[in-house]
């Protein structure tokens, strides 16, 4: 080898896969400007299902089908490295035949997994709604066992559910469903039901006190279920314990607006939490860091009227909601309804530009869900068969 050479080159192909399975996205996609022969390795769809994965898009609520698929061009997230739409079946055509007879929503995405309900259009002979967790990428699905909680009755109410899924620490994935009860005057979080692709089952965790206002984002991070509750507090629940967390993200007396509204995300490897009040004119950005993981610490902050076009800068109030945080970059996604649009904004460089225009958007509670593939095989959820609400 001559002096002055890489052993890059030299290496075999496949031991430069097993480096490069070992390597986070941001870094992967820094790789593949080291060789043409890397680049080809990297977007070998032969490795794709060992390789990390980055943010390709967002899932959002539409009008007419119930939703759709935005891919984020190389421009706005150049940690894609491709600009491409992800290889996936984003109609999710693959569903059986009974989920395109009923009407069918989605309720979250977590690391490649949708979770998706579907419920019965006909009043004249209703049935129990059922859920459905697939992988797009591997157009592989399946339905779940019947909580105890299937609809509104007796005061109680099912409207949130989320997907857990962490393929680092486990193959399995879990499902978390809200149990709130309305007295007439409130709304409370009284237990959670909480579904394990491990057992099959699902089992009730009841709460010691009952939290107002659930805002309906739920976060998965580190075997943790984290649902933003009143006052910009954030209520934490683990898969395999009873624990409960309660951490608050500022001080009651820093409060402006009330209640709060508070959206929490993943970003960069942190638990992040941001004020999402329409009523507030000033966005910012927590993480959620310190020993024991229960001190939030303030990152950044943003005027949203600064993100308005002209002249809807000086003549509207700002009406943006947010859609996401990019889990490899200082990127955070707003949906600006002012202007029917996708923003982008860099919050270490505060700036800002147009991903598209979301003209066929469906206002909803929860309209946008990130979606970073995952290639693996081996959706499974072994002991639900015969509990499934697809068997006979």
């Known amino acids: 080898m001559d002096q002055g050479t890489t052993a890059a080159p030299y290496l075999p ?3 430069v896969v097993e480096i490069l399975v070992r390597l986070p996205a941001k870094l992967l996609c820094r790789f593949k400007c080291v060789s ?3 680049r080809r390795l990297i977007s070998d769809p032969a490795h794709r299902a060992r390789l990390a994965q980055t943010l390709s898009g967002f899932f959002f609520v539409s009008s007419n089908p119930g939703w759709r698929f935005i ?3 190389s421009s706005v997230t150049p940690l894609r490295g491709d600009g491409g739409q992800p290889l996936v079946d984003a109609t999710l055509s693959f569903l059986p035949p009974i989920c395109r007879e009923r009407k069918t929503e989605i309720l979250d995405s977590c690391n490649g997994l ?8 006909h009043p004249s002979r209703p049935s129990p709604p059922f859920y459905i967790v697939c992988n797009p990428a591997t157009r592989e699905w399946v339905a779940l066992p019947q909580p105890k909680y299937t609809e509104y009755r007796e005061g109680m109410r099912v409207w949130y559910a989320a997907v857990g899924f962490d393929p680092a620490i486990s193959l399995h994935f879990y499902v978390f469903q809200v149990v709130e009860e309305n007295d007439g005057m409130q709304v409370f979080v009284v237990a959670v039901e909480v579904y394990s692709s491990e057992t099959g089952t699902w089992d009730i965790r009841e709460c010691k006190r009952a939290w107002l206002n659930f805002l309906g984002r739920m976060t998965y991070f580190n075997g943790f279920m984290h649902l933003p509750v009143e006052y910009e507090s954030v209520v934490s629940l683990d898969t395999k314990g009873k624990a409960w967390q309660l951490t608050q993200v500022q001080p009651l007396e820093h ?3 009330g209640l709060g509204r508070g959206y929490v995300g993943l970003s960069q490897g942190w638990l992040v939490y941001a004020n999402n009040d329409p009523k507030d004119d000033i966005l910012s950005v927590y993480i959620l860091e310190g020993q024991d993981g229960a001190e939030w610490t303030l990152k950044h902050s943003v005027s949203k009227r600064d993100l308005l076009f002209e002249p809807w800068k000086r003549l509207v109030r700002p ?3 947010i859609a996401g945080f990019h889990p490899d970059g200082d990127l955070i996604f ?4 002012t202007q029917n649009t996708l923003i982008s904004y860099n919050m270490n460089r505060s700036d800002w530009q147009v991903v598209c225009a979301l003209e066929d958007f469906e206002h909803a509670h929860h309209p946008f869900f990130p979606y970073v593939p995952w290639y693996s095989r081996g959706l499974a959820s072994p002991n639900s068969a015969s509990n499934s609400p697809l068997q006979g």
């Open 13 to 15: 192909d496949e031991l």
């Open 36 to 38: 043409r022969r890397w």
């Open 71 to 73: 891919g984020l061009p």
């Open 114 to 121: 949708l979770l998706l309900l579907c419920s019965d259009q």
């Open 255 to 257: 409060h402006c607006y």
């Open 319 to 321: 009406t943006y909601y």
């Open 334 to 337: 707003f949906y600006d309804r």
